[in-house]
């Protein structure tokens, strides 16, 4: 079978060296609140009672929140002007 959502995370977190005061930073950039508790129930084995699956929502939101810590803020979209004949 392939990766899951953990193991996705897990791996990007080693990845860039991120501590779970970074990850809490990175998902308030897409104003998406998480716990420490939470990400040590992520990042739990998974025979761990206290395990949690990473849904599709938390990891896209985690994602979306790395491109802006990593890129910075997408620049303003300048309005088109109207071509003129």
């Not at 990766?3 to 779970?20: E, Y």
């Amino acid at each position: 079978m392939g990766l899951t959502n953990n193991d996705i995370f897990k791996k990007l977190r080693v990845a860039h060296k991120l501590r779970d005061d970074d990850i809490v930073k990175i998902c308030a950039l897409v104003d998406f609140k998480v716990t420490k508790s939470e990400l040590g129930a992520i990042f739990r084995a998974e025979d761990h009672p206290k395990y949690v699956e990473c849904g599709d929502q938390f990891l896209r939101n985690f994602l979306n929140g790395l491109i802006i810590h990593l890129r910075g803020p997408m620049p303003p979209k300048k309005e088109k002007k109207p071509e003129k004949d």
